[in-house]
């Protein structure tokens, strides 16, 4: 977990006092305020075709290893419009359903994690620079291609088998 330790308003140092019903938070004295943990937000999201048989996976970056469509929250976006607008930006297809399934805060790059199911109008894709390459695969087919032993197949399993168990 990553811990402020300056206020990120006047960069004073932070001191820990006792919150009623939070506990010891980060507090600025030259503020006279507290300081809740930062984080970024994020989506993934299980893209299916619109008979919602298929999930479709990708490639980024040079990796060789299929994962989910993802993409962080913009400011003063809500997350249900950013599942629209990565599917858009980055595979160029449309969403037409979604729905909210689980989060999970990822300390590695200290991101709460928003997973969705988003249902597209079509499966012919017109991916940006960011897809190396993509597939839509039946629903065992994706168990079995999505990158083992990260947070996208915890999501997709999760998905699948309708029980979370998260590792990381």
């Given at each position: 977990?990553?811990?402020?330790?300056?206020?990120?308003?006047?960069?004073?140092?932070?001191?820990?006092?006792?919150?009623?019903?939070?506990?010891?938070i980060?507090?600025?004295?030259?503020?006279?305020?507290?300081r809740?943990?930062?984080?970024s937000?994020?989506?993934?999201?299980?893209?299916?075709?619109?008979?919602?048989?298929?999930?479709?996976?990708?490639?980024?970056?040079?990796?060789d290893?299929?994962?989910?469509?993802?993409?962080?929250?913009?400011?003063?976006?809500?997350?249900?419009?950013?599942?629209?607008?990565?599917?858009?930006?980055e595979?160029?297809?449309?969403?037409?359903?979604?729905?909210?399934?689980?989060?999970?805060?990822?300390?590695?790059?200290?991101?709460?994690?928003?997973?969705w199911?988003?249902?597209?109008?079509?499966?012919?894709?017109?991916?940006?620079?960011?897809?190396?390459?993509?597939?839509?695969?039946?629903?065992?087919?994706?168990?079995?291609?999505?990158?083992?032993?990260?947070l996208?197949e915890?999501?997709l399993?999760?998905?699948?088998?309708?029980t979370?168990?998260?590792?990381?």
């Amino acid at each position: 977990m990553i811990e402020m330790n300056y206020c990120m308003h006047c960069g004073t140092k932070l001191i820990l006092r006792h919150l009623d019903n939070e506990g010891m938070i980060p507090y600025c004295p030259a503020c006279q305020d507290f300081r809740f943990p930062v984080f970024s937000t994020a989506i993934s999201a299980i893209v299916l075709n619109k008979t919602k048989d298929k999930i479709l996976l990708i490639k980024q970056y040079g990796r060789d290893a299929y994962i989910l469509v993802a993409g962080y929250v913009n400011k003063g976006e809500d997350a249900e419009d950013t599942v629209v607008r990565e599917i858009k930006e980055e595979a160029g297809l449309s969403v037409i359903e979604t729905h909210f399934n689980h989060s999970h805060y990822f300390s590695p790059s200290n991101t709460l994690m928003l997973n969705w199911t988003a249902v597209v109008a079509s499966e012919t894709l017109h991916p940006n620079k960011e897809i190396d390459s993509y597939a839509w695969f039946t629903f065992e087919e994706a168990r079995n291609n999505i990158r083992k032993n990260s947070l996208a197949e915890e999501f997709l399993l999760g998905y699948l088998d309708g029980t979370y168990h998260f590792k990381h």
